[in-house]
């Protein structure tokens, strides 16, 4: 019998994480009876969910709306609502608004609410390796600084501390997870920096060309988008005791570099999808890429029980079974 | 030809800055013309200074005010103003109203007043060594996390964050150094946990007996008011560009134990100041102690050449030089 809110809802994450949860129907084991999903576009309805459902056009930056929709005292808050990385860098005040002062509206609608009455739900907030920034360690350790090199990875950092207080303070139980790259992403190319990762594999597996903008020995840390949602409802599960004052966790992942993504894509889907990619070396890509993690050391979330993919094969697979029912469209397009 | 405006002027480090300030005319090699103090309560005149005095009182939670005070366009900006450690603790919304709202309403009007017109001033940011909470390594390094256990060690941490990304922005000019433990305070004991590190030598000294509360093998990270004010005049006159996007500095510190803090006081005022020590262990101060930060390897700042006390008889001797011109009060007493 449990209330469940998503803020972000209608984001590639925030809609695989509500169609779980209306598939699943639970949550941490408990029966999920009503379902928030806010978003400032209109969230979409999921199939197959028999609780009660609302969905709201709201932004995370209006404190009363958020008071409101705190109110109705959901027992799991995920947060995943936040503009990107791109445009917290090209619009300094809208980064700053969602994501820092919309991460503490919530945070205070949720200490307001227990003021009146007793309330502590478990909030589980989506933060980002951008909370790093090179030069760094190999691998980085759970207890290597926050050094963001943008804005959003700023945002992230700072969320992630008032999460850690505000839990600290028992206003809430709360756990900031630091996500991965998430590859393979579905949908269409975006101009992100990071998205040859999934590029360079969605395209081809649909028997498009796809760019690859940086060398093949580049490395990065990733999750799919089925292992995020794993990492959030595990996150939303466990008990947080053990954590202490340390709420935020960065995630495990894959490391992989490029050659070893191109390698698993000949594995899966030959090497008709792999002729399919473009090398086109991008100078400002690269650097860009050049400030990002290569590996982890995520032995707390290990400890925890949080799992990571076991291959780019598996990556590939889950895009395949997630996005297409495990057809693989480039061996229909041959 | 420079302009320093120091928020929380009217406490005690503001007030040491303030007069250094006005004893020296310069900083950075350059002569102040202009001096703005502000604080909540009226900041004192300070003697000796020939160039033109603002003195206001004013909140810095209070953004048109802090707008106003940036409009005049300080060269230099002391950011000290916060409410302390156990106030932030018991007045939640106090504490964040002042310690980040206030950071963040600075930063604000500086970023608004360069919009305008160029304008990139210095900041210098008093943060704290609490930002790093239990279980630490030994000694902590330049890289290990903030990991705060009070809602103060937080708004630090959060203000850091934000001083390097509006540095990184290139808002302004701006550095975070974290102060060690400040002994010896002058004034009367207060209820600090950490008061009893001063009191011991500073009561002693002055013929009173003092309470230690905990075991003399306590070891703390402490610096003098005067290296304290020397570490925000270094802050102010270096030249940031090699620190990056890592604008945040454990300040180099003196690492002893409270046998050694006593040993000193024994060199400098002897056994008879030392017999004013009355032992009664307190066990929630020695609780709260034992989650404070040892010893740092601060090796960034060394080698940024900021400079800690040598010793904690040079402690015990700039004390008495700058709150008695040298005179030992106990052994007037006598």
Known sequence: MVHVLIT?????????????LAGDGTLAGREITAL????????????????????????????????RCIATRPDFVFHLAAVVSGEAEADFDKGYRINLDGTRHLLEAIRREGAKAPYRPRLVF????????APFPEPIGDEFFSTPLTSYGTQKAVSELLVADYSRREFLDGISIRLPTICIRPGKPNKAASGFFSNILREPLAGQEAVLPVSDDVRHWHASPRAAVGFLLHAAAIDLASLGARRALTMPGLAATVAEEIEALRRVAGDKAVKLIRREPDAVIAKIVAGWPRTFDARRALALGFRADASFDDIIRAHLEDEFGSRVPVLQHG
Chains 1, 2 share one sequence.
């Open 36 to 67: 928030s999903l806010i978003d400032i576009t209109q969230p979409e309805k999921p199939a197959g969910f028999a609780g009660r459902l609302s969905l709201a056009t709201l932004d995370v930056s209006d404190p009363e709306a958020v008071a």
């Open 126 to 133: 989506a933060s980002s390796i951008a909370v790093f920034g």
């Open 8 to 20: 972000g809802a209608a984001g590639m994450i925030g809609r695989k994480l509500t169609q779980r």
